[in-house]
């Protein structure tokens, strides 16, 4: 039966069975089972189309399966749109609208959705997504679109049984035909690339069925509810997979079986546990890693079972530290599969074969099924182990990382989901387990502290799994899931979690350990340290920052307690396993210490948000010591690192330091380390902390009073950047609030502010350095509005800069007066500054704040600013600021500064007097504790008797004993002869106290904390720095003992200071003694700003202000070096100090003045030699005409320098860039710009430029009339045309090629091509290509002339007729006309051929002839349209063109002398006599000459005057204008006539009838009568009537629109005239202020209209006729010809006689006001020629034609299609705006520049390549600017960045 069925139609065959198996006896479905045998059977190929077809008719069930489809869709009522898209699809994401921070849309619903005003922005999926659109577990209801709006399914049926039948039917079948596929197509090894092949093959030979699947699953919910039953029932599964199918004789069923569980063995996944896990791990570690697990299995277990197994053989060893993991757990994590439905089965062979697309997207497809969804999540979790096994062994991680997230994202993002998982499912355990085997895997032994008896393993960064980020995907989960409350929460309250994740953690502690090079540069520098630091973040941080966002409120003090008390176990173990004592190993450092910093960041969390006590939190004080340590050597190691001392170690140490504080990490790393050093400081001993810290910077050596001493630690020139360091460290300390009390507002405050104290930012720079408040994958910080309120409170907005030829500036931010003022804190900046210029620069800036603003004019110090009080919990910090050994340190530095001992610095005094000043604010309350210390003192109460720095800063002290080398100077020094009791004991006792105080003190406070209770080791400790570390190495001199007499206290050394820093005796002053007052003045604050006086001052203020005893002091201190005579009131200490800069001002002042001068002179000297700017700076400038007529021009030489006139021999050339161009054929009829469409329906046609007009008019000619005269009646180069353009230089020719040879030599990269004649201008840099020879001017040629001369027009117009008979002047052949040769040749080199040759005949010398007339024409209408079109006064300033034209003429002129105009066809004869036709000399076949009113006038009139033989005379030259001028005005009236309707016609004819008798010459009506009455005779006007030219006459037409439209025709002819007057005899150009002026103001320039009648307003178009023969008559003779030639051609006759000269100025296409209104059009839009979506599309801004940027499939011979588009619509100009980009490229010729982008966001910033995908707006200004440089041709001299295209754009 089933063979029969086979047999039949498809559809019939499907009906049929669809009826039997409604039947109840179950007889079709036996034979639908037989059929599907036939069908599926795995003898069949499954890409066999007929497999396919069978399928898709049967589940349709006879009906056609696009009529299923639809029929299905129509019952779909899922409200999910679940939409899967893969890598690089573009999606969006609304911040304003998500709940989850994966939250995506794609555009249709986001489009349709209401996000107005929302913080979104598009991007494109890096991983793959899905639309969450209608999921309101992810996303808010309000942002659904309308399609998934839950009301929108509620009135949708239910779905029919009958309907959906056969697919229940048929679909387990077609599931089990994939299973069985992918069974018999697997093979290992993957890595074989043989297999790799198979595989790949199997995968396309199941593309089709995958996309059946696909097909349904898109049907909607019915489908997928169906296929969900079929892939998560484990009957179906059992009956057809391994029930009776697998045993038995069913062969291949058998062996399919087989060979599933040869896979599942394969992959270590049946055997028995013992062996999975070994075989596993041999695997997984390699054998260099054995001992080392073996050794350390036990380590941070509190298993009882570790001691027995610890010294096993190695495989134990491996074992256990898997089963480490798993001791407490369920084993099965990481090794037992078993397979239950289709669903498990399928997702087991998808991870087998590493997630190919298809079954990723067909599985992702199902998840609008809810079912589907919980089952197909917790199918991932139980594969979960596998996944990451199989993703480790990949060779191809980053495609399968990718996949993997983009299902994960999908099932975790959910919280319900997540946490059902989580607790049926274990995912927490999978996880934190699968990490843990992971990381093992890549285990080494840590060489940190004691090499030898370290048993800490921590990670090697250079293995791939780190290098390559392969642990993304399981950190990138984990993160996802830790978001949710419920899980976190879960995680917080399983002690064996945290303690598994702590081991976890330990991994990381101390990784990537770094060691000093002393000796040689280390061979090869490693960059493992990018992988070491990625690690820290995204495995240790970035979980931390999850955990910490729920440990907010009271009622988790819990969780916080649990995860400090396990940070502090692990840390515990850590110190036992470096085997860590007191002191760290010199010259090594890590900066990973994540087991620390999760202490402090949950430590701050604590104490800020959970009000718990801190001391509850904190460890013993030993615990509390080591603690400090490494954080504190990474502090030291970065000023190492910045002090150049780790040299040797290349520069990827640097790179870490950088990293270590850059803004993406600074508050993973920098930040915890210094609240936990804060911490320690404020727990422990103060004196302890100060000389620990000033021991780790290796400067103990340094801090002693002699001037000169030994460090054994440190080179000298390295000792004081390490002081400087330790001090800043110290002030940063005591300082930063960040962790101590700061709020979030003030936290991001401080940030913003320090980072636009650097430099001015754009909005996105900042969002980027602002240390986001990491909530994990927000990838933003949290309230986006929040951050613009305090944007717009701390900083002003700069709106983007525009000047042509500067770069394009974007839109800034910048700090407010205010902030300057007020908030600028110098601290914060050192803090956050990768780079150390940067400080430089936020003081620089600050330096020019207090000027421009007046506040102070020297140079300020960093300002002193107050700070934010203190979270009660850390006040014990400030003890540091008064305990003894910070004050000797500080006593000693003012003393080495005032005695100016060497490696002193102005910052060393700026920070000294900073730790001063803090200590001053900060006064300790004075308490018992004072009294009780003195009975402690050891050895340094003879420095200080108490603490309190107001009381120390007046004590006096006398003597200190120094340690010195022999040599130094203190040895001769005797010690007085009479010292009191008192001094002596205090000589005695310092002998200890200013040597060993400080590393003396630091040791015996720490045995005496870890020995409390034996005095004897207090002893031992006091010896033993003494005999250990002070004995000085033989080699250099002896160190002896010395006593200095010092009788200063730090007051006395402050003031001093003051007298030192101002350059003045006596320069301070106290002010209280001058006011009665005092107290007024004591507000210190009002001084904020200012040097190193001005901060003593305000110490000594402050001083006096806290004891009284202080000001005494002070005052005392004062009177003793100044006289006692108060000085006058108005003479401050504030003046004397400034005496000395101001004289230094003066100086300074000077020195500017003289600079300014010289700029200015320089200046002016460059603003005449050349044109630096663009198209617009001051007015144009005629080379050779300028000159006073009387002599020659003379010309410099830019290479020589030598100054002469351009001689025949030696020709002088100007410096020109030749450029073909298309711009003016670009210009259109309509003055408004074409739109650019956006859609499909708006079209751009070409028919309407200039360019395209030009082309059917000489077609059109061509047909009809003689070639050689029709190429003389138009001018060609609308589109092509060479455009020539100088800068202004001249050189020598000769100079010019020597400097060409020199450039070819010359092998630096240039950015043009010498080989093509390129060159920049050795003057002015401008870009060139040819030199353009200058043509000898004799003086007497150019004789003044005034209209009055008493010559007749008909006497002029013979002279002119003579000249044209004579011969032409043949050039001598001279290095001059070689040259002029050699730059034609240039000229004609620089344009496609294509644009030249318009004749019938290529070649022909009309052609030449045309094409070297229509480059003069071009070059006058671009100037034209650069002087804004026209010649009014507005236009004249606007241009700046160095202008070539005169030169560029005579060059021209002289190669078209060399052709004769045949006397019989001279159109000069036509013009101006009455001649006879003669039909006879004209046979048949020969086509007649094109009429005169069909000709161009502005192309004859350059004929003319280009070809007269000799030089030019004016006279002459206006006869020729005032002939032609007359052709033009009856072209002007016959346009007319055509465009009157027939009654109009009539009645013009007859009025002007009327008028003939007076001066009928000069009368328009009277020539318009004629006209109509002479084209009347032929049936010319017939034709028209009906043609669409008669369209154009809606108004009634009047004399004054008559007149109107008349001097509109002229005055294009005028303008060209006029400038080519201009450039031939130097004449100014005529001003005028209004445009209506414009037409008399020109006739009167060009002699046709007498200057007495200039005045009247009228200037009439007619007067200005003057008619060598009777006007009606030539008219006549004019009309019959256009007569004659009109029968052969009478359809044509009006397009060639109407002639309309006037187009408007060429612009770019108009773009939409919204970027995102392009894009979505043209990015998704197919190719024209290839059909596909290009990966780059591009859009010419010239003409809307869209292109693939180097796309191959439209390339023409190796053109690629945008620079062939460049040439065909530019002629080798290309304006391009790529889609993808938002960026214009431009192509010229054979180079391209990025050029920018004038679409901005609303911050006035570029979004290139979209990164940021924020809403972008047209910026008006930029496309000006684009379109000026487009027009002006100065894209080459403006931009700078050119590159060669290869012709691959």
């Known amino acids: 039966m089933a063979v029969s069925l086979l047999r039949r139609d498809k559809r019939s065959a499907a009906a049929s069975l669809k009826a039997e198996c409604s039947r109840p006896d179950g007889r079709g479905v036996q034979l639908l089972n037989d059929l599907l045998d036939s069908v599926l059977s795995p003898e069949r190929a499954l890409a066999e189309a007929e497999v396919i077809e069978w399928c898709k008719c049967l589940i349709a069930g006879g009906e056609s399966f696009d009529d299923f489809c ?53 991007f494109r999926s890096q991983a793959g997504g899905a639309c969450d659109c209608g999921d309101s577990s992810v996303m808010r209801d309000s942002g659904f679109c309308k399609r998934h709006r839950s009301t929108a399914s509620l009135n949708i049926p239910s779905v029919p049984n009958e309907l959906m039948m056969m697919s229940e039917h048929i679909l387990p079948r077609v599931i089990l035909r994939l299973v069985q596929h992918l069974r018999d197509g697997y093979s290992e090894p993957v890595s074989d690339p043989a297999t790799e092949r198979d595989l790949q093959k199997t995968l396309q030979q199941m593309d089709p069925l995958i996309s059946l699947l696909e097909d349904l699953t898109k049907m909607g919910g019915a489908t997928r509810s169906i296929l969900t039953r079929v892939l998560a029932n484990h009957q179906i599964y059992k009956d057809l997979c391994s029930g009776d199918l697998c045993t038995g004789e069913k062969t291949y069923a058998k062996k399919n079986y087989e060979k599933y569980l040869a896979a599942l063995k394969g992959s270590g996944l049946v055997t028995s546990k013992e062996r999975s896990v070994t075989s596993v791990l041999d695997q997984m570690a390699g054998a260099s890693n054995v001992t080392i697990l073996g050794a350390t299995a036990g380590t941070g277990q509190m298993d009882s079972s570790d001691e027995e197994e610890q010294d096993g053989n190695q495989r134990v060893g491996k074992r256990k530290r898997v089963e480490l993991c798993n001791s407490t757990k369920d084993p099965s994590i990481m090794d037992i599969l078993k397979h239950k439905c289709f669903l498990e089965e399928i997702l087991f062979w998808t991870v087998k074969y590493e997630f190919p697309q298809k079954m990723v997207t067909f599985l992702l497809n199902m998840l609008p099924d809810q079912d589907y969804k919980i089952a197909f999540t917790k199918t991932f979790v139980q594969h979960y182990a596998f996944i990451m096994k199989t993703l480790i062994k990949s060779h191809e991680s980053d495609t399968m990382s990718n996949r993997i997230v983009h299902i994960s994202v999908q099932l975790f993002s959910n919280e319900e989901l997540a946490r059902q998982v989580t607790e049926e499912c274990q995912l927490l355990e999978i996880m934190v387990t699968v990490l843990l085997y992971m990381m093992e895997s890549c285990l080494i032994k840590s060489e940190l502290q004691d090499e030898e008896n370290n048993f800490h393993v921590v990670v090697n960064c250079g293995e791939p799994l780190l290098k390559n980020n392969t642990y993304w995907p399981l950190v990138s989960d984990f993160i996802n899931i830790l978001s949710h409350q419920s899980v976190a929460k879960r995680f917080l309250e399983d ?31 490693s960059q493992t340290y990018y992988a070491a630091f990625a690690a820290e973040l995204e495995a240790c941080a970035q979980p931390m920052w999850g955990l910490l966002t729920h440990c907010k409120i009271r009622e988790t003090q819990g969780y916080t307690r649990t995860v400090v008390r396990y940070c502090l176990d692990a840390l515990q173990d850590w110190f036992d396993a470096i085997n860590f004592v007191d002191e760290p190993a010199p010259n090594q450092v890590t900066f990973h210490l994540p087991l620390h910093r999760y202490y402090a960041m949950f430590l701050s969390k604590a104490i800020r948000c959970q009000q718990l006590d801190l001391d509850s939190l904190l460890p013993d004080q030993e615990m509390l010591m080591k603690m400090m340590v490494h954080p504190l050597q990474i502090q030291a190691s970065l000023s190492e690192i910045h002090s150049n001392m780790w040299v040797r170690n290349g520069l990827q140490i640097k790179g870490q330091a950088m990293t270590y504080v850059q803004s993406h990490f600074c508050n993973s790393m920098i930040d915890p380390d210094i609240f936990l ?44 950047s390490m002081l400087e360091g330790a001090l800043t460290f110290l002030v940063i300390l005591l300082s930063l ?117 007046g506040k102070f004019c020297g140079n300020p110090w960093p ?28 006593f000693t530095l003012l003393y080495k500064m005032s005695m100016d001992h060497q490696n002193m610095s102005e910052h060393i005094l700026c920070m000294v007097l900073y730790l001063i000043e803090l200590g001053l604010d900060n006064l300790p309350e004075e308490t018992v504790e004072e009294e009780e210390m003195f009975g402690e003192e050891r050895c340094s109460d003879s420095w200080f008797h108490g603490t309190n720095i107001a009381t120390n800063l007046n004590h006096v002290i006398n003597y200190v004993r120094v340690r010195v080398p022999e040599t130094a100077p203190e040895v001769t020094r005797e010690p007085p002869a009479s010292t009191s009791s008192d001094t002596s004991s205090f000589v005695q006792s310092s002998n200890t106290a200013q040597v060993f105080s400080l590393v003396a003190e630091r040791r015996r406070k720490f045995q005496e904390i870890i020995n409390r209770n034996s005095d004897n080791a207090i002893q031992n400790a006091d010896v033993r720095p003494k005999t250990s570390k002070w004995t000085a190495p033989s080699s250099t001199p002896q160190l002896t003992t010395a006593i200095l007499e010092v009788r200063e206290s730090m007051l006395s050394l402050l003031i001093k200071l003051h007298y030192k820093l101002s350059g003045k005796q006596n320069s301070y002053y106290p002010f209280w003694l001058e006011d009665s007052e005092s107290t007024s003045r004591l507000d210190p604050m009002q001084q904020s700003h200012g040097d190193g006086t001005t901060a003593v001052e305000r110490i000594l203020i402050k001083t006096a202000a806290r004891s009284r005893q202080n000001k005494c002091s002070i005052e005392e201190i004062c009177r003793k070096v100044a006289p006692p005579v108060p000085p006058k009131k108005n003479s401050s200490a504030d003046k004397k100090a400034l005496d000395k800069e101001e004289r230094r001002q003066k100086a300074r002042e000077r020195q500017q003045k003289l600079l300014a001068e010289f700029a200015s002179r320089q200046k002016s000297f460059m603003e005449t030699a050349m044109d630096l700017e663009s198209p617009d700076s001051d007015v144009a400038m005629d080379i050779g005409s300028s000159e006073q007529q009387d002599s020659e021009t003379v010309y410099d030489c830019v290479i020589c320098g030598q100054s002469g006139p351009s001689t025949e021999e030696r020709p002088t050339g100007l410096v020109v860039l030749l450029q073909a161009s298309s711009v003016l054929g670009h210009r259109r009829r309509s003055t408004e710009p074409k739109k650019l469409p956006t859609s499909d329906e708006e079209q751009i046609y070409p028919e309407d430029t200039c360019g395209t007009a030009h082309d059917v008019r000489i077609t059109d000619l061509q047909q009809y009339f003689k070639d050689s005269s029709c190429l003389q009646s138009v001018s060609i180069g609308w589109e092509g045309g060479v455009y020539v353009q100088t800068c ?82 043949f050039p001598s052949v001279t290095n001059l006309s070689k040259e002029m040769e050699s730059v034609m040749k240039d000229i004609k080199n620089t344009t496609q051929k294509k644009y030249i040759d318009y004749g019938k005949t290529p070649g022909s010398p009309d052609n030449d002839f045309l094409f070297m007339y229509s480059v003069a024409r071009l070059n006058l209408e671009l100037e034209l349209v650069h002087r804004g079109g026209n010649l009014c006064l507005g236009g004249a300033s606007a241009t700046t063109k160095r202008s070539c034209l005169n030169q560029l003429l005579h060059v021209l002129a002289m190669h078209m002398r060399l052709f004769r105009i045949d006397s019989a066809y001279n159109p000069w004869t036509r013009l101006t006599r009455l001649t006879q036709v003669i039909d006879s000399g004209i046979c048949d076949d020969e086509k007649p000459e094109v009429p005169l009113l069909y000709r161009d006038i502005s192309s004859l009139l350059l004929i003319l005057v280009l070809t007269m033989p000799q030089e030019l005379h004016k006279e002459h030259f206006t006869c020729i204008v005032k002939v032609l001028y007359n052709l033009l005005y009856t072209q002007a009236i016959a346009t007319l006539s055509v465009r009157f309707s027939e009654e109009e016609r009539t009645a013009w004819k007859n009025s002007g009838k009327l008028k003939i008798m007076c001066n009928s010459d000069k009368s328009w009506e009277v020539l318009l009568s004629h006209i109509i009455g002479e084209l009347s005779k032929g049936k010319l006007y ?106 052969s051609h009478s359809e044509q006759v009006m397009n060639l006689l109407v002639q309309d000269p006037q187009w408007s100025l060429p612009c770019l296409l108009q773009l939409p006001e919204n970027y995102n209104t392009i894009f979505q059009y043209y990015h998704r839009k197919a190719c024209v020629h290839c059909s596909k979506v290009p990966k780059d599309p591009a859009l010419c801004l010239v003409c809307g034609t869209f292109v693939c940027l180097k796309g191959q499939c439209c390339k023409q011979q190796s053109y690629c299609e945008c ?73 080459d001299h403006i931009n700078k960045r050119w590159g060669a295209h290869y012709n691959g754009l």
């Open 1763 to 1835: 620079v062939l588009h460049s040439q065909n619509c530019g002629a080798g100009t290309g304006i391009f705006l790529l889609i993808n980009a938002s960026v214009i490229i431009v192509i010229r010729g054979h180079r391209f520049c990025l050029w920018g982008s004038v679409y901005l966001d609303t911050h006035g910033e570029e979004d290139r390549d979209l990164r940021r995908g924020k809403p972008l707006y047209l910026c008006s200004e930029r496309y000006k600017v684009l379109e000026q440089q487009w027009v002006t041709h100065t894209f």
């Open 1582 to 1687: 017939c034709a028209s009537d009906t043609d669409q030219v008669s369209m154009l006459s809606t108004s009634v037409w009047s004399p004054q629109s008559i007149e109107y439209s008349i001097q509109q025709f002229c005055l294009p002819f005028l303008r060209t005239t006029s400038l080519l007057q201009h450039h031939l005899f130097g004449d100014d150009l005529p001003n005028c202020q209004r445009t209506e002026e414009e037409f008399g103001m020109l006739a009167s320039y060009l002699g046709l209209l007498l200057s007495s009648l200039q005045s009247s307003d009228e200037a009439n178009s007619s007067s200005c006729l003057e008619w060598p023969v009777a006007a009606l008559d030539i008219i006549s003779q004019w009309c019959s010809e256009v007569m004659t030639s009109a029968e």
């Open 70 to 122: 639809k029929m299905v869709c129509a019952y779909d009522n899922a409200t999910l749109c679940g939409l899967v898209w893969t890598a690089n699809f573009v999606a969006y994401r609304c911040r304003t609208c998500g709940i989850s921070p994966c939250m995506s849309l794609c555009a249709e619903c986001f489009n349709a959705g209401e996000h107005t005003g929302h913080d979104f922005n598009m």
């Open 737 to 853: 609030r960040i962790h101590l009390g700061m709020t979030d507002d003030e936290i991001l405050r401080a940030e913003m502010v320090a980072q636009l104290c650097m430099s001015d930012r754009t909005h996105s720079t900042l969002l980027d350095l602002i240390p986001e408040n990491p909530n994990p994958k927000s990838g933003i910080i949290p309230g986006s509005y929040y951050f613009e309120n305090m944007l717009s409170a701390v900083a002003d907005f700069k709106a983007p800069v525009f000047e042509p030829g500067g770069s394009m500036q974007q839109g800034m931010y910048t700090p407010k007066a205010d902030v300057w003022n007020q908030e600028f804190d110098p601290i914060m900046v050192i803090l956050r500054t990768v780079y150390r210029r940067d400080v430089q620069s936020a003081m620089d800036r600050y330096m020019g704040f207090l000027k421009q603003t």
């Open 863 to 890: 300002p002193y600013r107050e700070r934010a009080p203190l979270n009660p919990s850390y006040k014990g910090l400030m003890r540091i600021l008064h305990c003894k050994t910070l004050h000797i340190v500080l």
């Open 495 to 525: 002690q064996g979690l945290l303690q598994m994740w702590m081991n976890f953690v330990s991994f990381f502690q101390g990784m990537n350990l770094n060691k000093r090079e002393l000796n040689e540069h280390v061979e090869f520098e």
């Open 1288 to 1369: 202004g230089h001249t050189l020598h020719i000769d100079c010019h090629k020597s400097y060409m040879e020199s450039l070819r030599n010359d092998q630096v990269l240039q950015s043009f091509s010498v080989d093509k004649g390129e060159f920049t201008c050795p003057l002015c840099r401008q870009f060139a290509n040819s030199v353009l020879p200058c043509y000898p001017e004799k003086s007497e040629e150019k004789s003044i002339w005034s209209p009055y001369i008493s010559k007749t027009l008909q006497a002029l117009i013979e002279e002119v007729e003579e000249q044209q008979e004579q011969l032409g002047m």
């Open 677 to 720: 050093l804060q911490v320690c400081a404020s727990r422990l001993d103060p004196d302890y902390f100060v000389s620990s810290v000033f021991e780790r910077f290796k400067v103990v050596d340094l801090l002693t009073m002699a001037s000169q001493h030994q460090n054994a630690a440190l080179d000298t020139e390295h000792e004081r």
